[in-house]
């Protein structure tokens, strides 16, 4: 099991999660963070610390958000299991249900 990253963190990437995360399994995409399922310890660090709520444990994503799950795990499709976001910066990439959204506009 995991946590997964849904819809209100596009083109917010508060990054708070990722100062939080003891195994550094947050990644940076171009319009928003991803958490890679083999990585995450599901500790759940990053949960609360999010501003705009938008981090699940992967059964509790609500509904109209569940293809984030597969976003999650689609994002490292390609580039496998770095074993630690620290050391790999931004990944010039984004999964394709990120890619087809309008500019995301946040009040945080």
Request: charged share 30%; with cysteine.
């Amino acid at each position: 099991m995991t946590y997964v990253i849904a819809l209100p963190c596009v083109d917010l990437k508060d990054r708070s999660c990722i100062d939080e995360c003891p195994v550094d399994c947050i990644y940076e995409g171009e319009r928003m963070l991803y958490i890679h399922p083999d990585e995450c310890v599901d500790c759940g660090a990053c949960e609360p610390v999010c501003p705009v709520e938008a981090i699940y444990y992967e059964d509790d994503v609500p509904g109209e958000w569940e293809e984030y799950y597969r976003a999650n795990v689609e994002f490292f499709d390609d580039i496998g299991s770095p074993g630690g976001a620290a050391g790999v910066g931004v990944i010039e990439k984004d999964h394709e249900i990120v890619k087809a959204l309008p500019l995301q506009e946040h009040d945080v």
